[in-house]
């Protein structure tokens, strides 16, 4: 199957073969929905996830200053609003929770894969296409997507682990998955070949990253 039958998205994560698969289904996803993944994992996690969400939103706003229209800047907007606040209020109370100490929340030693992840999203945005930034933000969202969908009839207690995975797969973020997905099969189509090419790689990228980011936390 080509791009033009599967869509430019499809064809990057049917590519991503195994990787996709693992960061869907990862342990650490089956474990925070089980509510077995060790409150000391979890914070760990939050502290270095938390680390690169300015980086985030600094990426998703070079897309809207390179968007092409008012409709994708709303959208992307929207998001941008999301993160900016529900998902920042959910980690602050989290920390209370989980007792993170106020260093680590602000200025936390940086693992190698966040790092990664940083420089990463930093170059798509300052160096990146529109089309680039989407296919760098997409697999990152589309994961969250569907390991939290795979996750969420499951409700656990505590809230840090249940409000992450409903952060994950309400209505508004479902709607934004799909809205990217099918922005970025439309870049796609208008990009020359090399930008298709530094798109893919993109994707490919952000997929292994995905993966190395949970196996810090629950290895496999
Ligand atoms: C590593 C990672 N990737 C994606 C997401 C979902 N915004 C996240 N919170 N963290």
Request: without cysteine.
């Given at each position: 199957m080509n791009d033009a039958e599967a869509g430019f998205a499809e064809t990057c994560r049917q590519k991503a073969g195994d990787d996709w698969d693992v960061a869907c289904g990862h342990p650490f996803t089956v474990a925070l929905g089980d509510s077995t993944l060790p409150t000391a994992a979890m914070a760990d996690y939050l502290v270095q996830d938390y680390a690169f969400v300015g980086t985030l939103v600094s990426m998703v706003g070079f897309a809207v200053g390179k968007a092409p229209n008012i409709g994708a800047q709303a959208r992307l907007s929207a998001f941008l609003a999301a993160v900016t606040s529900d998902e920042n209020t959910y980690f602050q109370r989290s920390f209370d929770a989980l007792q993170v100490p106020a260093a680590d929340r602000s200025r936390p030693a940086l693992r190698e894969v966040t790092k990664q992840l940083i420089a990463a999203m930093e170059e798509a945005g300052r160096q990146g296409s529109y089309g680039e930034i989407l296919a760098t933000l997409l697999p990152a969202e589309w994961i969250y997507l569907t390991w939290a969908e795979a996750q969420a009839?499951?409700?656990?207690?505590a809230f840090y682990f249940r409000e992450w995975i409903d952060l994950h797969v309400n209505g508004n973020f479902r709607a934004f998955v799909l809205w990217l997905k099918a922005e970025t099969d439309e870049a796609a189509k208008t990009a020359s070949a090399d930008e298709r090419q530094a798109m893919a790689a993109r994707f490919a990228r952000m997929v292994q990253l995905e993966v190395d980011f949970f196996d810090m936390f629950q290895p496999r």
């Open positions: 009839a499951k409700a656990p207690e």
